[in-house]
């Protein structure tokens, strides 16, 4: 083994190479070719399916049907248990009868154990069985092996319909062959006949060790892949398995390189690119006209998808079935592919989109409602220098009249990068420093990451040494790697013990210098290993319980931020509900974590593609998502700078960030003009924080994404499947930023065919008689639009922080339809602890028919005091005629109130209602 001066001089060497690239070193990461599992599954021949049901094996309990399956090239069996869940959802299992030893079954990505429900078999013939779950039902063909899916009476969703399915049985490594003797007369040795003629992976030359540039991956279970397709009819794009720097619609991948799930640190990654990033979410969805499906691969190994549907319009033959006019029936289809596990699959069969994802979210769960302050704007960069460092920058933010809530330090702030410890000649007092930022109603965030600096001197690693806590190599010795300290081991937080250990780390006794107002931020945990095989740990380590860490290796970095959550919630008693970054994410992350696109770069396609990711983050369960404002690496010019707060504004995590050698960015190191630009994008995001605020209790309830795609609320329109420049806020705000440099005009595409009306929100100038416009931009502003038929929430009084404006009044902006009708929603509570589980909040419900504006509480039995109250309301589209308004509320009684109209914007003001927000209230429009 190399010495720990040897590693930290490779990983040095490594580390400033990739710095230096000019884009990512795609040859230090593998191609599907490269990956022996990825090459044997994707060479499965289609249509030659070895598998078939045994019938008089059949069994089945109230919800799950039982079978074993066949393998006739192998002679292995194998048990299948098809499931029906809530939801009309369908579960399907593959694994061995018999394995030699245990395969690995995910933990953690489901939020519960999926409620089941009654499953019925309706028809067994001698060549399929029919079970029905509520509406749908699924049919399971006997030989060759297929399950189709149905939504009603419609096919959505066929496994298995290619015969790509391949499931490598584990077996013991054959022994080497005898040399035989040489020349004419040497008896000729017997080859041992076997009645099977196998599935070919032992002969693999990957199969039982691998190498990889300089590193071996000794892989002593041999090969284990798992593969399955999946046909979806009626749908023409794929969406989903992020985290890729990628379009929304995921393209064709007949003539190139599968999409990768594989949690990875990739350097000043490249746009267009469907190589692995930090994160790993595998769930797909295809859509339609006509309907939305999805599948969940639960599974946590390394795993290739390969996609080919009319979704990519430059590659034409993967147009391959349907062509405008032609009577084909468009179709996706999907090959995912595993290197180990088993197969488990859960069936999302829709119908509508949002249907689908909620569907997934009863799955892996939602996000807890955030704190506001985490909603607001936050301020880092790698690194602020001490402590007089960060006071300077957040007086600034005041001096400049910016709102700010959160201040974060990179890994500058610690003693040589020793994590739960202080710089003491730069942060000689931190208690001091978050207190200076709390007085203003501020937040300060700070980096933990997983690698352990191996120094004798440093406690967490003698303990982590001492009691066993460290990942292992397959020997049993603790596995050594490089990252930022230096020579580095990782806490294996598979092992609950480790879990309990670093629990205790963030108590206030002992992680001195931090209070319940610091947060914090889980880099480098897919975990990055400067000098490990793709930037990582080698997939031969050993994990608790005997895993492999090739198992779990999607899923580390969740189980990491899951610990650091339990620390936070147990450091504040439960009561405080806790804020958490996370670069690696897996299915479920939401629950534990906000995430963000790594580490961008200060050009206008990395400005551009931050849209599509986080969108398909959120469909993907995982909304709180944003990107880098300015981009991480490189320096941007004004205007890039300013156009990347005018989009990340409408994002829901929305931080600037920055390498450590780019230039110093806060707003005021550049001119006047972009003083100006980012404070009005800054108090823009500030005054609409109630509707994101509500938004994210929407997403806690019932598992809607807060940002959407636009095709989420219009299904049938297919001029909107590809676009992923534009997003909606909830279903109520339209976005379109400008993501090139020195344009004029951007071209907006309204939803809705001519019959939804879009209102300017600065000016209230409707828009939508067409779908598309193309339309003037100024520097100072970005295309946003609020949806006729709605009330928005807004607080228009901006100060320096949330909690600054805490009991500030609100102002509704409401747009009626035609009809005369509009309505929305408000959510209000302590924006920071638990109590709203415990009934202490206001849900409210907002309605406009006709001259009646009301509010009434949708829960009767929530109840939580506000000072806030409203001030104002603004209604576009107001009957004609109104002179004034009457206030009618049990507090208050019977108010007259001044309207006032406004021809040029077709605007009525109702001034200073002055009810509280608590109450329920009615406001008459009179003539």
């Not at 990983?11 to 044997?40: H, W, Y």
């Not at 690496?633 to 390498?659: C, I, M, T």
């Not at 109520?732 to 009306?757: D, H, N, R, W």
């Amino acid at each position: 083994m190399a010495s720990s001066l040897q590693l930290g001089i490779l990983g040095i060497g490594i580390l400033l190479i990739a710095l230096m690239v000019d884009g990512v070193p795609k040859e230090n990461f593998k191609t599907c070719e490269q990956s022996s599992f990825c090459r044997r599954c994707r060479k499965q021949e289609a249509g030659k399916t070895p598998y078939k049901l045994l019938p008089d094996t059949i069994s089945q309990n109230e919800s799950t049907f039982q079978v074993e399956l066949y393998n006739k090239d192998t002679g292995i069996y194998y048990k299948v248990d098809l499931t029906a869940l809530k939801n009309g959802l369908f579960r399907l299992y593959i694994n061995e009868k018999n394995p030699i030893h245990p395969r690995y079954e995910v933990e953690y990505a489901l939020q519960y154990p999926p409620q089941l429900t009654k499953l019925n078999v309706v028809e067994k013939t001698a060549s399929q069985i029919t079970v029905v779950n509520g509406p749908n039902k699924a049919v399971l063909h006997i030989a060759p092996f297929k399950i189709d899916l149905y939504s009603g009476d419609h096919l959505v969703i066929s496994a298995n319909a290619r015969g790509l399915m391949r499931f490598e049985h584990l077996r013991t490594k054959p022994e080497p062959k005898p040399e035989q003797p040489e020349g004419e007369n040497a008896e000729k040795a017997e080859e041992p006949v076997s009645e099977f003629p196998g599935d070919g992976a032992e002969n693999d030359p990957g199969a039982w060790e691998e190498n990889f540039k300089s590193h071996h991956d000794a892989k002593p279970f041999g090969p284990e892949a798992v593969a399955l397709d999946f046909s979806f009819p009626g749908a023409e794009h794929a969406y989903g398995v992020p985290e890729h720097a990628d379009s929304l619609a995921l393209k064709s991948t007949k003539n190139s390189e599968p999409y990768r799930l594989y949690n990875l640190d990739v350097f000043e990654y490249e746009v267009n690119e469907r190589m692995s990033l930090y994160g790993a979410v595998p769930v797909l969805y295809a859509h339609g006209k006509e309907r939305t499906s999805g599948i969940f691969w639960h599974n946590a190994a390394e795993t290739w998808i390969d996609i080919v549907s009319n979704s990519d319009n430059n590659v034409v033959e993967s147009i391959v079935n349907y062509v405008s006019g032609s009577g084909k029936k468009p179709q996706v289809d999907a090959h995912f592919m595993s290197e180990s596990g088993v197969i488990d699959i859960f069936f999302l069969l829709g119908p509508e989109p949002m249907d689908t994802f909620k569907q997934f979210a009863t799955l892996t769960g939602t996000a807890h409602l955030p704190p506001i302050f985490s909603l607001a704007y936050h301020q880092s960069r790698w690194n602020y220098n001490d402590q007089e460092d960060v006071q300077q920058i957040a007086d600034s933010f005041d001096k400049y009249d910016m709102p700010l809530d959160v201040m974060w330090l990179d890994i500058e702030y610690t003693d040589s990068k020793k994590y739960f410890t202080w710089d003491k000649r730069k942060f000689p007092n931190p208690l001091e420093m978050v207190k200076n930022l709390t007085d203003k109603g501020r937040k300060l965030v700070v980096i933990i990451d997983p690698h352990i600096k191996r120094d004798s001197g440093y406690f967490l690693h003698n303990d982590a040494t001492s009691n066993g806590y460290y990942v292992k190599h397959r020997d049993g010795k603790d596995y050594e790697g490089w990252c930022w300290p230096g020579s580095s081991s990782y806490l294996d937080f598979f092992y609950p013990k480790v879990r309990e250990y670093y629990m205790d780390l963030y108590d206030l006794s002992k992680f001195e210098g931090t209070t319940n107002d610091v947060h914090i931020w889980n880099d480098m945990n897919e975990p990055s290993v400067f000098n490990g095989p793709e930037v990582t740990m080698p997939k031969d380590l050993v994990h608790f319980g005997g895993w492999e860490h090739r198992d779990v290796h999607n899923i580390n970095g969740m189980v990491y931020t899951m610990a650091t959550y339990d620390a936070l919630f147990k450091r504040s008693g439960g009561s405080l509900r806790p804020f958490i970054l996370s670069r690696s994410f897996f299915a479920g992350s939401q629950r534990f974590a906000a995430v963000w696109t790594g580490d961008n770069t200060a050009e206008w396609e990395h400005l551009e593609v931050s849209y599509p990711m986080c969108l398909s983050l959120a469909i993907s369960g995982i909304s709180f998502c944003g990107a880098d404002v300015g981009g991480f690496f490189k320096n941007p010019d004004s205007e890039l700078f300013v156009r990347w707060y005018q989009a990340g504004a409408w994002l829901p995590f929305f931080r600037q960030h920055s390498h450590i050698e780019t230039k110093r960015r806060e707003p005021w190191t550049f001119n006047d003009e972009v003083v100006n630009i980012v404070r009005e994008s800054l108090r823009l995001r500030y005054s609409y924080l109630p509707l994101w605020y509500t938004l994210f209790r929407e997403h806690e309830v019932n598992g809607t994404p807060v940002i959407r795609p636009i095709w989420a609320h219009y299904p049938s329109e297919s001029d909107a499947f590809a676009i992923d420049d534009q997003l909606l806020l909830g279903d109520s705000i339209l976005v379109k930023p400008v993501f090139k440099p020195s344009v004029a005009e951007v071209t907006v595409y309204f939803p809705g065919q001519g019959k939804v009306a879009w209102y300017d929100i600065d000016t209230m100038q409707k828009y939508g008689e067409t779908s598309k416009l193309t339309m003037p931009v100024t520097l100072h502003r970005i295309p946003v639009f609020q949806r006729e038929s709605t009330i928005v929430p807004r607080k228009m009084r901006i100060r320096r922080s949330t909690e600054a404006m805490k009991n500030d009044p609100y102002t509704l902006i409401v747009i009626a339809d035609q009809q005369g009708q509009a309505k929305g929603n408000l959510y209000i509570d302590d924006e920071a602890s638990f109590e709203y589980r415990h009934n202490k909040y206001l849900a409210l419900r907002f309605k406009l028919e006709g001259k009646k504006l009301t509010s009434t509480l949708q829960q009767k039995l929530a109840s939580y005091e506000t000072k806030s109250w409203l001030e104002r309301v603004d209604i576009v589209n107001p009957p004609k005629g109104i002179t004034k308004a009457v206030l009618h509320s049990k507090a208050l009684g019977k108010v007259d109130l001044e309207a006032k109209y406004n021809p040029n914007n077709n605007v009525l003001t109702v001034r200073k209602p002055g009810v509280n927000m608590g109450e329920e209230w009615t406001i008459d429009l009179v003539a």
